[in-house]
């Protein structure tokens, strides 16, 4: 039985600098909106790691609050700043390099994860009506789907979960989930612990986890 | 085929009609024809179909929402996650005042692409195995399963550009494209606002965005500031 | 019964001059390879039409062959002047403009029109294999369409027929067409005659015409 | 995702395989990979499947047909109307040693973007009631009859642009576009050769006409000229 309440884990910062360090050196990523935007900060300059924006951007490096310019936003609607090298395109273009596959990762937030690797994050039932913005295209587009998110709900109810009854994102698209609590590797054959945030126990991530969860592979704590 | 000037918002889109659908080009700030927008408010037409990426995120298209001129919105954004904040969309869309149908983005410009190529449809995974898919067609090719998306048309196609000439060639800037340029191919009447109109020649030919022959309207406008409500 | 030959008629220049009188001012117009190509030296500036050339530009001039820039072609591979205003795209911007309506006129060549409208000109059957290039999207997506040719084959054969022979380019496309004989509209309902080339009578047309061909209304002598 | 850099277009096409589908960029004279469809013809690569506007119009993609490289060509352009003049491909495509499958330029265009962009197909009046619909299949939507058209992709993508950045960037001059843009995107290695490079943020981003993530390789040469042989 869980504990009323799940332990402590990292904050958003942190979730994104572990996320950061799942990206490849020279990769193309797609960040959501949300936690997933603060990811641009962690990553190491050396990695040339290139940021798409599906308004229409690729190589900006960051949000840039201090110098708002109305034309020259992320999807999410925050200024941003380029790298040397970036490009402009329009929406068709955008999503032709999204959903043929050209973006290596893609980092969105979620709502919940299934043990299959679906993906609910658009729609909250309670809420209704939704926005999707990308995340569909990105869902089935994005090489590498890392989905980056809070381990429990704030009602402390499990978001991976063996189904989900939120509605889907999209069917089998997750490859990583990595929360405050854990890393979890998703596969075919289901989910697997890779590791664990420092102070929290596997057993702990097992309890706060309501799908199955393969415990038996190497786990190691987080390295941040 | 050379581009009608008007001199106020007011004037270019006068003849909208009530029920018309209107393609809104920009994305948030970004390529947003504010003045078109807000001139469509002043107008008091009714009884319209909004297809626009996102409202109700502090964007001035929200304000159609004030005296109910919004019959329908086709959007990528429309009600917020988090409840934290409100807009005026998503308390009519909660009274059953304004139809909502909500569209993944690349399916959303790939369906007004199509509309403006001459396209019948496309197929996409995106949106299989979703509420997206509901009610449409799937096709079995090869051992892939593909969603079927249909064509997507404007009345009226209101965009913003930074510049245009007389001939109604536009050049953006930065990431001001968005979905302005597939908007421009896929509406009856097409009126952008620039922000400075120049001879025919200034854009060099290869930095024009949308070809003029797409442009029938154009009015030179200050744009107006809009912001991400988070 | 006709004669041994056809009535001389107009020459490929004069042809191209009555294409030139039946574009409308401010319009945008392909012009497809071969005859077609004459046209754009036969409009008056002051109407301001912009031709397109499927490979990707809007608002080439004319041919200019004293100036040979390998990047500055139309679609038939003769280099082109630009016109101010004018602009550059890619070859799928370049069909999205053909192929959904956005092109006033197309002006193509033919080996053969039925009496319906449908089109045959990118197949020889005798010569096999083919060139189709843009003429079947330029059939279907633009607003009106015009074909120019001679009247008859070289071997005396009337091009204009009850129902193509040859492979099609598309089914009911044509609006007009242009022929050193005469001037022929296409309806849904058949074939009018609207004029005559200089010398060349409505008995001539008819004798030479292979489909039904309504000389009821008023006809008049094209002019040149 | 950085370019890689060849000294020689031969170095650049080295492993292209025996049997391999090649995009060749290009109309006719403009923005034409001469450089690298010369090295394919000297690197004795066979049975190889072409993709290209044209051939047989004073190309030198016909070349390839010189020592019988090319065992299907996919095109819009391939045989002549007129018989005055004809070509190495034409010459071989009547002995029956070469396969052509000729293809509506605007269809050829949507099949690569399919193929480029994640779309199952397209649907288009384009072909429809003539030879291209022979096998393939129609569908009537709301009362209208559309051929769909099925993505097309390459093993490898052969562009020419005017200008390159050690990123992969591409700049495109004048009409040198057309397929060029589209093909970066359907194949599974993209070879680019170009007449300048340049540092990164020398093209400005607005007039970066294929992004460099597309791009996997660079050669820079002077273009051999060509002329379309009436």
């Known amino acids: 039985m869980p504990a009323d309440n799940p332990p402590t884990g990292l904050s958003r910062e942190l979730i994104a600098l572990r996320v950061a360090r799942e990206l490849e050196p020279g990769s193309v990523v797609n960040l959501g909106i949300g936690l997933p935007t603060l990811v641009a900060g962690f990553v190491e300059p050396a990695d040339h790691i290139l940021f798409q924006a599906e308004n229409g951007i690729l ?99 499990p ?66 | 085929m050379i581009a009608e000037y008007f001199d106020t918002p007011d004037d270019a889109i006068a003849d909208i009609a009530d029920g018309a659908t209107i393609l809104v080009g920009g994305f948030v700030s970004a390529g947003t024809p504010s003045n078109l927008i807000r001139a469509v408010r002043r107008s008091g037409r009714r009884n319209l179909t909004a297809v626009a990426n996102n409202i109700g995120l502090g964007d001035l298209l929200d304000e159609l929402c004030e005296d109910r001129q919004l019959a329908k919105v086709i959007a990528t954004f429309a009600i917020r996650a988090s409840g934290t904040r409100s807009s005026r969309f998503e308390a009519q869309y909660r009274a059953g005042e304004v139809e909502l149908e909500l569209v993944p983005q690349g399916t959303l410009i790939e369906r007004l692409r199509a509309g403006g190529a001459g396209l019948g449809g496309v197929l996409t995974r995106t949106g299989l195995g979703t509420m997206m898919a509901e009610g449409k067609q799937t096709m079995e090719l090869d ?68 070809p003029g022959i797409y442009v029938d309207r154009l009015v030179q406008c200050e744009p107006i500031p809009v912001r991400w409500e988070g």
């Open chain 1, 59 to 157: 190589g900006y490096s960051g949000v840039s609050e201090s110098d708002f310019d109305a034309d020259l936003i992320n999807a999410g609607g925050q200024p941003v700043a380029l790298v040397a090298g970036a490009s402009f395109f329009d929406t068709a273009d955008s999503f032709a390099m999204i959903r043929g596959g050209h973006i290596d990762a893609a980092v969105l937030g979620g709502l919940q994860v299934s043990a299959r690797g679906d993906l609910a994050n658009w729609y909250v039932p309670s809420r209704g009506g939704g926005s999707v913005g990308g995340a569909m295209d990105l869902a089935v587009g994005a090489r590498k789907l890392i989905v980056a998110m809070a381990h429990v709900t704030r009602d402390g109810e």
């Open chain 2, 143 to 210: 051992g892939e399963e593909w969603l079927l998306e249909r064509p997507l048309r404007g009345d009226v196609a209101l965009l913003k550009a930074w510049r245009a000439d007389r001939l109604g060639n536009l050049q953006y800037r930065l990431a001001g494209r968005n979905f302005n340029p597939v908007m421009a191919t896929a509406a009856e009447l097409v009126i952008a606002e620039v922000e400075e109109i120049v001879e025919p020649g200034e854009i060099p030919p290869d930095q024009v965005g949308t």
């Open chain 1, 159 to 224: 978001r991976i979960v063996e189904v989900c009854d939120y509605p889907l994102t999209a069917r089998r698209c997750v490859d990583v989930v990595i929360t405050d609590l854990a890393v979890i590797d998703v596969s075919p054959s289901g989910l697997t612990l890779r590791e664990t945030a420092p102070g929290v126990s596997v057993n702990d991530v097992v309890a706060w986890t309501g799908a199955e969860l393969d415990t038996s592979g190497p786990v190691c704590e987080m390295p941040l």
